[in-house]
T-cell receptor, first 112, second 113 residues
Framework: DQQVKQNSPSLSVQEGRISILNCDYTNSMFDYFLWYKKYPAEGPTFLISISSIKDKNEDGRFTVFLNKSAKHLSLHIVPSQPGDSAVYFCAATIQGAQKLVFGQGTRLTINP | DAGITQSPRHKVTETGTPVTLRCHQTENHRYMYWYRQDPGHGLRLIHYSYGVKDTDKGEVSDGYSVSRSKTEDFLLTLESATSSQTSVYFC????????????FGDGTRLSIL
């Protein structure tokens, strides 16, 4: 049972445009969500997070939106840059549980 | 970058042999985790530790054991490796505070022939 799903295995975006990566979850107990970025042959790197008490969190070019009623979160990258080409994982947890549940990942390719 | 070292970085071995992967941290973080990454599955938790000698199972723990005798080291052992355990293994650490992200090592690519 996949509790966190990223239904798009890949996404291709032109440099300078907006990239939108989506993630759905099924467990209504999840109350903290994270996005990680992964380059080949490296470990995932933490990007941005959001608590369920918020519906938006921004950090520079990265914004995460949370829609609790739809059990959906999205990561917006604006403007997209070539260095953003990577695999992006969303993850969810219950605060205090210290365990993450990951989605399958979306490979983002930024085209010049 | 968080001080996490995984060893070895690559290993090829045969079915039925024992394998031990090591994760070493210099951050003095309480929590340590082992994940495996497979196509179509993302990262799945194998085992984790919440202190020295304190460990618990994750969602894919069958065929794996762990040990943590020191704060800085977390070992993952495959007692008798099988081809289904061919994967990339990641270690992660996190602090003992709510909402602290986990930080990952660079992974070990394990191939079991």
């Amino acid at each position: 049972d996949q509790q966190v799903k990223q239904n798009s295995p890949s996404l291709s975006v032109q440099e300078g445009r907006i990239s939108i990566l989506n993630c759905d979850y099924t467990n209504s107990m999840f109350d903290y969500f994270l996005w990680y970025k992964k380059y080949p042959a490296e470990g995932p790197t933490f990007l941005i997070s959001i608590s369920s008490i918020k519906d938006k969190n921004e950090d520079g070019r990265f914004t995460v939106f949370l829609n609790k009623s739809a059990k959906h979160l999205s990561l917006h990258i604006v403007p997209s840059q070539p260095g953003d080409s990577a695999v992006y994982f969303c993850a969810a947890t219950i605060q205090g549980a210290q365990k993450l549940v990951f989605g399958q990942g979306t490979r983002l390719t930024i085209n010049p | 970058d968080a001080g996490i070292t995984q060893s070895p970085r690559h290993k090829v071995t045969e079915t039925g042999t024992p394998v031990t992967l090591r994760c070493h941290q210099t951050e003095n973080h309480r929590y340590m985790y082992w994940y495996r990454q497979d196509p179509g599955h993302g990262l799945r938790l194998i085992h984790y530790s919440y202190g020295v000698k304190d460990t618990d199972k994750g969602e894919v723990s069958d065929g794996y054991s762990v040990s943590r005798s020191k704060t800085e080291d977390f070992l993952l052992t495959l007692e008798s490796a099988t081809s289904s355990q061919t994967s990339v293994y990641f270690c992660a650490i996190s602090e003992n505070r709510s909402n602290q992200p986990q930080h990952f090592g660079d992974g070990t690519r394990l191939s079991i022939l």
